[in-house]
């Protein structure tokens, strides 16, 4: 797939993430949309000790954009995925 597809399409995801986003940096997990309603999100993150996703986090929109936002230049620090196109660890 070519990087700028992927890059709009993650530009959009972390913009208006939907349950079951998937979020990796370099093909390793780092998010994944647990819940959504309205402005609040629930957000699994990997424990790395036993390769489980976490319970969840609570978090707004708001604050998702800049968990993933770089802080100095334009853009995210990773790759959106939907469900369909990578098979996400569940």
């Known amino acids: 797939m070519n990087f ?13 993430p939907q349950p079951g986003d998937y979020f990796t940096d ?3 997990p ?3 949309v647990l819940e959504r ?13 036993l390769l489980i ?7 707004t929109i708001e604050e998702f ?7 100095s230049i334009p853009g995210f620090w990773v790759e959106g995925w939907r469900d369909s196109e990578m098979a996400a660890p569940r």
């Open 26 to 28: 370099m093909m390793t």
């Open 53 to 59: 996703w976490d319970d969840g986090h609570s978090m």
């Open 65 to 71: 954009v800049k968990w993933l936002s770089y802080d």
């Open 30 to 32: 780092v998010a994944k």
């Open 4 to 16: 700028e597809v992927i890059k709009k399409r993650t530009e959009v995801m972390v913009r208006d």
């Open 37 to 49: 309603e309205g402005s609040q999100l629930k957000i699994a993150k990997p424990d790395r000790k």
